[in-house]
Every structure is written in structure tokens, then in C-alpha cells.
């Protein structure tokens, strides 16, 4: 049977590496700077915060006036409080309940171009938003001149908004990025390889295995993202680069130019592909063993005996799905022998069962990593599922919205995760799609199996963040990790300048060999005809 | 002052990690095939067999009876001899006569396209000759079958002799690979995207920032080998497959296909490039902290006083250079304050001064590692060069042939060696470059740098390495590493297939949308000449 145990199926030396250098304390003190994206986004950052707080840095955390997560006062960190105009948060939600509605129903392509526009324009305003703040702290003198005699060590920022890049480069910083996404796009596009022949777009919804019809649509994807950046997104940094800094700058040079990206991924979640000396895969480094359970919360799940239970939650940003949807998911927990614990925050069903406890707020990681846990019923956040990675739990999904079917797909592909999409979801569809997740053993197995590989690691993702976080400190960057590859214009990185100089040699040959032929024959001609003449 | 201590510059988190990582034992012992290359490659194999060993693992070899070096009986493992009709070593010694000479003199292009078909000619004469082995191998029902039964967890290879793979194919085993070399090229340029503009070819001589001209040149060494896997190499392997393989098999598929590659590489001494998950960087896994010397060499080098010594070797290959060279090498030696000891094998040159001690043998690693060293003298083989980055001793580089200039570029492209060619070589450049290295204080400086980068690895190269080799045994391969890149054909690979489909798509827009215009104009013209006649 699977081991529990924390890290369990561990060889000793990664037991030994687990077991020592999670509390190696640091040996001297950097000052950090962090430069943080709001959201979901702030729950990881605040991860790595929490640890380098541990090992003894002195860190100062740059917040927008109207965060809705990220707090002014912590014992952690110093803060810097920048005047926002207008609540990033405001723009998402509008977007959510316009997206979330458009999931319920299987739209025509037209109406999907639609969307897609629209979802990119949502963007755009939040990144000129952003900008507006960051105009902001340029122009407090008083401000940038306390951040430059403050004589930082390194920046930590998230470049899904590239604030915390420009101010690194003014700051003349060493950069750690704690990435997936960039401005337009996923991380890797922008400094690896990346051939679309088999690097599914994140959005496009395929896998590492495409059709030839998949990859046409692959690259029209793969140009949304190019166009969004060119046009939408880039300009308003542009702005910000002709204004403040001398020569101008270029968001896509420096998110290329930074020294580490911490990359909240790995190839047990993510699909192989080529990837770069100064990419450091951190997935999963926020799972830890599970903490016993609330007496209460135990109570119920030890209840459940030997059907054990179910964990239901669709992440933080869905209070509540549409009533005819919860109704149908509650008569469907109702029918089943186990138990159900479901993250709900909306009207209470009428169909709910005995079996079933609605909850606020639940213990999710230790809930995950209980024995008795048969299946998780989720909306595929990245946490959620990394979580449900690290302990080994099948996945029921029912993707919403953002990279969630993406990053459930790649469980499906698996076979550790069932997708249920909410345009097919009715009662019977998730009834059956749960009965599968619970009974068809390949799914556990399979999760279990990416558990064992997630966990079999020479060291721990946590503790190679660290390691890099402080080595850039130590070293001051890590200039030597990156490529000669972004001084490059693009024709020549892909060499199109020679293939066009070895081509036009070839032509010249050619061309040259068929002129002597010609010359020849008609001298031959020539002779031939003086020859017959006489 | 830079700390002579073991892995002197390290952080806590590291230091623990080497400290307790290293005598960890293996839980269960694992069955190993060895299928390894002969000359300097087996010096590294050697290693890995060493520390496998030591962890408990049964390993067995599979040499030729004409090895020279791989010896039938050892401590370590069990041997499998297979009769080769004639020693490689023949050819590698007629190949080296033949490109030492003309390494002393600037050859004209040419003559250099010359020496390099007789140098692949040599190669292609190589594999032919261990594609008869091989086949010997397969004909032997009775060792094929014993080699079934013996139920291997993995073949460990080194890939620039492909035997291993088609062993591991047939007996089907996970593989890992002690690589930097495959059949032909280099082994990066087989699995992980390489732009050629910023990626030389390794024998091009370029580093990662190269001129147009030199981009050109770089794409015509990457044709020559193309050239030499496609025609001289490929077809004595295709004929192996052919034979003994249903429905065969190809060798650059195989060499993909391989669960992890352990490469005898870094980025501290390599250019940045772009790598595979499956890539594992143990660059100077055989790298051990200096031991003390014997007495009377330590008498020796304490002699030198404040002057300190200079190490000179030019490896195991090579017994001697030409007398006049080693007279000048000797005069400049003389002449200097400090004592030399000088690894050298010929007629002792009459110039030698008293300062300088000739040896048949010296205790190398120790005395890169001593505080009295200044300087190395060495070939550029990349055991040495790797030796002197762990120990921070600046390099003067006399290249002789195979990867030497390349490896030794790395380090003057880090300023951290100086480089003479052997055209260039008189006493007066001998002498200058020396004093170069001896009082230009960066050489040290930038070696030092490399060394403390070199040593800052979360762990160890060669726990990294067992980590690797004991996870394949555990989870019989890592096919999650690999990438589904190779089961396409090149032109889906570079999405060539799609860009044509578009280009098609675009170019029917265009001319559908030209034709209506033409019609609509007609009917225009028509019309109007129809009101015109009225």
C-alpha cells in the first residue's frame, strides 16, 4: 500500500537531504526586495517569503493602496505602499462572471474570438493600471532614493506583471523570478525553445501530443499571445521605458535577462520540453506532510469507515457556482456510501444529504494527505493540484476558467485526473465521472505513481529555491547560467541571414556553371557552323 | 584569500548536503550493465563503476579482449570479453601522429578539409571496427541468452560508441548515459534545440558570441557532421539493426530515446545553452579534495618558498613532444624563480634547469590543489581542465588535438587560462604567455571565481549523478523526462507542415479576394460602358 509518511517513498540519501537541510539556517542576512502580483499569485510568493523571513533575510515587499491580499502590516516584511487609482481586483471579477458564464455553454468560434478579445482587453487594462502605479513610485523621488541607498541584494518579483522588473533594472538589481506566466504567455516562450510542434500554447487546451490539425491551431494560439504582447500589453511599458530610463528599455529583454527563474512547475505536472541552465522547477514547493486534522474534522472523516471521503473545493475566487449546478452536485453526494466534505460559500442545497458537510474554510493540504481521502473534486488551480500531486489523490476536475483545464489535462493525460467540463455537467455526467474516479483503481494508481516520482527529488523544491535564491545574493546574480541568445536580432538567432547567404552562394554556383555551359555551347555552335560554311 | 578547504565556499545548506549525502548507502542493491568506451572515457566510466560499487550495486562490464585499459579482472566488477579482430588503439595512434603534425604548422583550408575526412575516415574505421564486435555479441546465442536471464535494472553507456544502446534495445533496459560525446558530435545537438548562432560546434573553435562569418562557418561544421553520422557512421549501425533487430531500429532514435543523460559538462565551464529535463550536468563529478603528497614532492614544492610551483602536464596520450620543442619549454623553465614539475615521458631535454623535476607520474589533483601551485600547464583534456576549475589553478593551454582547444577556449573566454597553439609555439611566446599567467593577477581571480561558482551546487556532481542512476533503477527508466519531440518527422518537428498550410491559406485570401476585385471592376467597366453606349 502507499506510504503516508511524510516524503515517503524516499531513498535514503533524499530522506537524509529532506530531513537536513529543510532547517539549515542561512549564514548571513540578505536584504530582499519583492515586488509582488496580487491574487492567487501573492499565496505563492508569500511561500517563499515565509521561508527566507526563517533563514534570517530582511525583507521589503512593494504593495499597490488597494491590495486585497496583500496585508500592510506582517511580521515578515517591511512594506512600501504605492497610491493605486483603481482595484485590480474589481477587473478580474468582472471578468470572472463574464467567462464563467461563457464555460457554461459550448460557444461557436466567432463568439470564442469574441471572448478571447475580451479577456485580452481585461488584460491590457490591468497592466495600464499597473503602469499608472509604477509612474507613480518613479516620480516619488523621495521614494526611489530611499530604495537606492537601501542598497538591496536581490529582487523577487513575478513578472505576470513586469513592475518588478523595471524597478530591478533601475534599482540595477540581481533578479529572482518566482514565475509561470510572464506579461503575455508562459514563462518558458520567452527564453527556451519552444517548438509548437509538441509545446501545447497554454489555452489551447492540447497536449504534448498534437494532430496536425492541433498544431495549425497551436500556432494561431501561440500569435494571439505575440499579438497581445506587441500591441496590447507591451505599450504601456514602453511608455514607462521611454519616460525613466535613459536609452529606453524592453520588457521581453529584461524579463530575458533575469538571473533565476524560480518556475512553479515540474515534468512530473508539466509535459517535458527544453528548458534553460537558470530555470529552477520549484513545483510543489509549497506542499508539506499533513497536520492532524481538527478533532471535529477527524470525527467526521474517521465516520465515513471504510468508504472514506470525499474533498470538494473550487478554489478561493468562486464563492458559489449557479444553484442548478450545486443542487444537482448535492443529490449526487447524497446517493454515494461516503463521506463528503465540500468548500461551499453560497446558498445551501436543497437536495444536500446526510452525508455531506458544507464548510467555509477547510484544512485542504491535510484533508489531501488524510488516509481516508478517496477522491478531490476540484477546479484545477495550480495549488490544488499540485497539492493533490504530493499526496497522491485522484482528481475529479471541473475546470472554470484561466490555465485550470490545462493544468487538469495534464493529470487526465496521465491518468490520474477525470475532466468535466461545465458545459457537459449535468447530474448523471457527474455522477458517472465521480463513480469512475472513485472506482477505476488505474486513477489512484496512476496519482500515486506521480507522487513517488514528484517526491523522489535529490533535494527537496523548497530547498532548491532557497538555494538559488541565496546564491544569487551570494554571487550577486547568475549571469553565468544565461545565454548569449537575447543580444541576437531574430534573423540571426535562427541563422536566417546565413541560410540565406549558403543559399545565395548555391544559387551563384548554379548559376554561374549554367552561364559557362551556355558560353560553351554556343562556341561549340559557332565552330560547328564556321566549320559547315567552309 | 580564497579557502583551500574542501568545497571551501559553501553555504550551510550545501555544506550539509555534502557532508551527509555522500556516505549514504544505497538501500538495495541494483544490477548494472556497463557497456563503456575504452581510453580516456573508461577513466571516467571507472569512476561512476567505483562509487556504484561502493553503494552496494553488482556491476558488470562488457570489454573488448583488445582493450587497453579495461581490465578482465577487477575488485569492482564482473567482465564480459568479447573478441575484437584488432585493438582501436591502432587507429587512435596512427590518427594522433598524423594530427599532432599538423597541429605545428597553420594549415591552408584545403589541407585542413583534407586532415578532416582522414580524421572522420578514422572514426567511420572505429565504429566499423566495434559494429563487428558488436555482431559477435549478437551471434552468441549462449551470452545473449545468459545476458537475458541475468535480468539487468539498467545499462549505463557512454554513447559515443553506440553498442551499449543497441545492447540495452535488445535486452530492453532502462539507459542512462556518461555522455558528452555521441557517435558523431556532440550530445546536445541530438536531443535539446541548438541555435547555430550562438551555439558552436564543438572542433568549430568558436565560443557563443560569434561574427556572421563565423555563424557561416559554424553551420558548415555542423553539415560535416551530419555528413559523417548520416554517411560514415549511420550505415555500419543500420546493418546491425537490420540483422538483429525485427523491424529495425535506428540509432539516433535510440540515443533520444535514453532515460537519462549524465553529461560531463557544466555551466560553469560550458557557454549556456538550452537542455533537456532527462540532462543531468555532472561536469567534474571526479573532482576530490586535494590529499597530501608524498614526502619528497612535498619537500619539493615547499622549496620553491614564496615563488610557489608550476604544474605541467599534456595527459596520458601523448608520451612526448618533438625535442625541439621540449628544449625550449625546458630553456623558459630555467630561467624562472619558480620550481616546476613537469609530467614527461621522452629524451630529457638538455636545457633543463635545476628548478625543473621531470616525472613519469605525478599525483595530479593533489598538486592542482596545493596552496603553492601558480600555474598549470596542460593539454586541455577536460579531466585536467575540470581539475583546475575545482582547484582554481590558472591554465597555460598547449592544444593538441581532439576537444582540447575548445575545452581550454572556455577558460580564456572566462579569462581564466591563456591558450598557445602549437603553430605559434617558440620560447619567446612560451615565456611571454607563462609570465602572462604567473603575474597577470586576473587569470587567478577569474579561475578562483569559476572555482567558488563550480563548488556552490545544492549538491555534489557525483551525488547527483548516483541520485540519478539509483532513480532509473527504482523506477525502471524516466520516460516522464523525455520529450515527444522525436516521434515526429523534421518537418512537423520545425512546424514546416503548418507554416506551409498557412502561407497556402494567406496566399488563397489573397488571390480570392484579388479575383472578386477583378470581377467587380469588369462588371463596373461593363456597366459603365453599357450607360456610355446608351
Redesign the interface.
Known sequence: MYSRSPWGDL????L??FL??LP????HGGKVLVFPVDGSHWVNMKVLIEELHARGHTITVVRPSTSWYITEESPLYTSITIKEKESLYSFFEAFLQKHFKAQQEVVSTLKFFQLTMEFLSMIEEAHILACDTLARMFDDRKLMKSLQDAQYDMMLTDPAMAGGLLMAHYLKLPVVLNARWITSGEGHFAI??S????IPVPGSGFT??MT?VQ??QN?LHYSIIVYQQRFMVGPSYDAICAKYFEGGCDIISLIQEADIWLMRSD??FD????????VIYMGGFQCKPAQPLPPDLEEFVQSAGEHGVIVMSLGTLVNALPVDITDQIASVFAKLPQKVIWRHRGKRPSTLGNNTLLVDWMPQKDLLGHPQTRAFVAHGGTNGVQEAIYHGTPVLGIPLFFDQYDNLLRLQERGAAKILELAMFNGPNFQQALNQVLTHAPYRENMQRLS??HR?Q??KPM??A???L??VM??KGAS??????N??PWY????V???L??LAAGGGVLLFTGLLIRILWRTCRKNRNKTKQH
Not at 195 to 198: D, F, I, R
Not at 271 to 278: A, D, E, G
Not at 480 to 485: F, G, I, P, V
Open positions: 531513498s535514503f540519501l533524499s537524509v537531504s537536513l537541510l539549515a539556517p542561512s549564514c527556451a525553445p517548438p509548437l510542434s509538441y504534448d501530443k496536425f498544431r495549425v500556432m515534468f512530473v509535459f517535458p520540453r527544453p528548458t534553460m541552465p537558470n513517488r516520482l523522489d535529490p533535494i530547498d532548491k532557497l538555494f538559488w541565496e546564491f551570494r554571487h553565468h547560467l544565461r545565454t548569449s541568445a543580444r541576437m540571426s538567432y535562427h541563422s541571414d546565413v541560410l547567404l549558403l
